[in-house]
């Protein structure tokens, strides 16, 4: 039984979708002004491990994430670059899918633009309006919070306490300080489109309930995001999408906890703000994968180098075995011993771990048993049949490299690269010894650095020179 702890009740409750085996699932996008940075990759990370576990028990998962492409960021930076604010969203847009794409995110069924749904969005204002949950000042519509009893319930605050802890703009048009805007006013300079209430723009809590009501229905399984958007940003979803369809809009709310940086909070004014792009040129995407997936979703992390780099060293035993796997396989061995071997018992606490709200830490701990494991039944045993090298490959094919992301066997060191016959590197390796002999090592070094472009990494010792096969 799958449980989830949900921020609206603030307990774990067993996860029953409204149509199964359907799963109706939303996250928060980027609001694409810029790179997105590794507080926002630990988000979009850990809601990939929930969708694919979700997808490894057997369910239909239609996943949607939003870009906000009209915004005062992004407007602002178009101001600062003099370049088109729509040119500034398509660029970090085709940015945001190349660093997905690297970090072996699976992409969503769909990725709806805020500004492709201006219809859908000022039909949901219209009709809030019309049902008295909103009011326009000249030009500028608001959400009016007192109409809507329950406002606060996701936060769990009522609204004297959510006046006093919020950061509230003071804005004389507004009723209440903490109404919101639906509709923007255009300002000079700024993009508009044409509304009942004057040309202007959407506020961004709008986007999000107009865009997940089209996509995934007016009541829907999940909605997840960063603990920073509980309030204002998921509250007010609530707020306007109840309001407007007079039923319950989400069943189970998943929040990700916040990403320090060395212990400290990550701000662009202490130099400590790291963008996902500038991480991938140092670690591999399994190494940051395993570093958020070995802590709770929900929970603080505290990212460093020395958490990545022991995640790349815990990776290390992994793909060590996964390669052994492969060159097993590949013996065929179908006459040897099928090690005795309890596969069922590390599948059942793999999946024990993830059907407890999602605790992949516990799910990592048990793919490093299993390695542990598989690696001392090979250590005892000789002769080891393929069988049980393929059962090998497919558990960690389901679990390690289907589910958590942090394994990758296509990159394995044997299944690529076989067009260069094992007599050919050889060859090689000897026409470069005597290369060296004649002292000519512009040829030993280019017969070395030519091997490595084809995945051949050569290892000189006293020995004599070895060589071993790395990824594609
Ligand atoms: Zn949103």
């Not at 990939?48 to 992004?74: A, H, Q």
């Not at 052994?324 to 011993?337: A, F, L, R, S, Y």
Request: charged share 30%.
């Amino acid at each position: 039984m799958l449980s989830i702890y949900n921020t609206l009740t603030r307990k774990k409750e067993e996860f029953k979708p409204i149509n199964p085996p359907y799963v109706n699932m939303y996250v928060c996008g980027p609001t694409v002004y810029d790179y997105f940075h590794i507080g926002n990759a630990r988000s979009f990370i850990m809601s990939d491990i929930i969708r694919r576990y979700l997808e490894y028990k057997g369910f239909d998962v239609k996943f949607v994430m939003n870009l906000t492409d009209v915004d005062d960021k992004i407007i602002k930076k178009s101001n600062e670059e003099k370049k088109d604010a729509g040119a500034i969203a398509d660029l970090y847009i085709k940015a945001f899918f190349e660093d997905i794409e690297k970090l072996k995110i699976k992409k969503a069924d769909l990725y709806p633009k805020a500004t492709a749904h201006m219809q859908e969005i000022i039909g949901l204002i219209k009709k809030l309006v019309d049902k008295g949950f909103a009011y326009n000042v000249d030009g500028n519509v608001f959400y009016d919070v007192s109409k809507f009893e329950k406002y606060g319930k996701l936060s769990g605050k009522n609204l004297d306490e959510l006046i006093s802890g919020a950061r509230i703009e003071i804005n004389e048009e507004k009723k209440n300080p903490l109404d919101f805007s639906l509709w923007k006013k255009a300002k000079e300079g700024e993009p508009y489109w044409e509304s009942p209430w004057g040309n202007g723009r959407p506020g961004w809590h709008i986007e999000c309930s107009a865009m997940s009501c089209k996509h995934l229905g007016e009541t829907f399984d999940i909605h997840a995001g960063g603990n920073d958007l509980i309030f204002p940003h998921h509250e007010n979803e609530i707020a306007q999408s109840e309001a407007a369809n007079g039923k319950k809009f989400v069943n189970y709310w998943i929040h990700f906890g916040f990403l320090n940086i060395n212990n400290e909070k990550m701000s662009k004014s202490l130099g400590n703000f790291f963008t996902a792009r500038e991480i991938l040129k140092l670690f591999s995407a399994e190494a940051i994968r395993l570093a958020f997936a070995q802590t709770h979703y929900a929970g603080p992390l505290n990212f460093s180098d020395e958490l990545l780099a022991s995640a790349e060293k815990g990776l290390e035993k992994l793909n060590n075995l996964a390669d052994k796997v492969d060159e097993e396989i590949k013996k065929n061995n179908t006459t040897g011993n099928v090690p005795a071997f309890e596969f069922n018992k590390f599948k059942n606490d793999f999946e024990n771990a993830m059907d407890d709200d999602f605790n992949s830490p516990q799910a990592c701990a048990v793919i490093f048993d299993f390695v542990r494991e598989v690696n001392r039944a090979i250590a005892e045993n000789e002769n080891i049949s393929s069988k049980f090298f393929l059962d090998v490959k497919e558990f960690l094919q389901n679990t390690a490299e289907g589910v958590l992301g942090i394994l990758d066997f296509s990159k394995s060191t044997v299944s690529s690269n076989d067009s260069i016959s094992e007599d050919l590197i050889n060859l090689l390796i000897k026409l470069r010894i005597d290369a060296k002999k004649e002292k000519n090592y512009a040829l030993s070094d280019k017969i070395r650095d030519e091997l490595n472009k084809l995945g051949i990494i050569l290892q000189d010792s006293k020995e004599g020179t070895a060589y071993k096969r790395t990824k594609k």
